[in-house]
T-cell receptor
Framework: DAGVIQSPRHEVTEMGQEVTLRCKPISGHDYLFWYRQTMMRGLELLIYFNNNVPIDDSGMPEDRFSAKMPNASFSTLKIQPSEPRDSAVYFC??????????FGPGTRLTVL | GQSLEQPSEVTAVEGAIVQINCTYQTSGFYGLSWYQQHDGGAPTFLSYNGLDGLEETGRFSSFLSRSDSYGYLLLQELQMKDSASYFCAVSGTGGFKTIFGAGTRLFVKA
């Protein structure tokens, strides 16, 4: 298996623009997680899905952030409009019933 | 709410043993995990403790005491490649929502 796939790997955009981050989980994994990592706030859980259904989105910072999982092999995290404080590395992770979360390589987002 | 505390930095020499502690406060505790992250990389899973006691995986061991809300990661025979950040993470009821600590940066010196 190729592991968790994220795209793009790097994104530079201007304040106010819409940003869409993409994730393909490992096949057969029922759980998908979106995290954000910054120096100041560390690794924060934004939202997680089980069988494509959002279970807990209490970590989503505000209404500018939205996440979808239209099928078992694809999820998106959208920021609209983006702001400089959204600059971070965004990780997607997936897991099955075991204890291990498998992280993707991350998307480094810079909002100017 | 949930909170975790771990040291921000630890320095050790190659070949030595180092212990990284983690204390937590959480409701609905399910288990404690440890992840390693090299600079520029993604977190990778090291170990999980759901029950009290020691779990050993090669050079790495992890310990949990649920009554003390405490755990640690033990790294033996340190190698230069072990220089990385190490995160403890607690999972709550159901075992799926995971909260990460701030991470401990380990520097291994020759």
């Amino acid at each position: 298996d190729a592991g968790v796939i994220q795209s793009p790997r790097h994104e530079v955009t201007e304040m106010g623009q819409e940003v869409t981050l993409r994730c393909k989980p490992i096949s057969g994994h029922d759980y998908l997680f979106w995290y954000r990592q910054t120096m100041m706030r560390g690794l924060e859980l934004l939202i997680y899905f089980n069988n494509n259904v959002p279970i807990d989105d209490s970590g989503m910072p505000e209404d500018r952030f939205s996440a979808k999982m239209p099928n078992a092999s694809f999820s998106t995290l959208k920021i609209q409009p983006s702001e400089p404080r959204d600059s971070a590395v965004y990780f997607c992770a997936s897991r099955s019933e075991g204890d291990e979360q498998f992280f993707g390589p991350g998307t480094r987002l810079t909002v100017l | 709410g949930q909170s975790l505390e771990q040291p921000s930095e630890v320095t050790a020499v190659e070949g030595a043993i180092v212990q990284i502690n983690c204390t937590y406060q959480t409701s609905g505790f399910y288990g404690l995990s440890w992840y390693q992250q090299h600079d520029g990389g993604a977190p990778t899973f090291l170990s999980y403790n759901g029950l009290d006691g020691l779990e050993e995986t090669g050079r790495f061991s992890s310990f949990l005491s649920r009554s003390d809300s405490y755990g640690y990661l033990l790294l033996q025979e340190l190698q230069m490649k072990d220089s990385a950040s190490y995160f403890c993470a607690v999972s709550g009821t159901g075992g799926f929502k995971t909260i990460f600590g701030a991470g401990t940066r380990l520097f291994v010196k020759a």
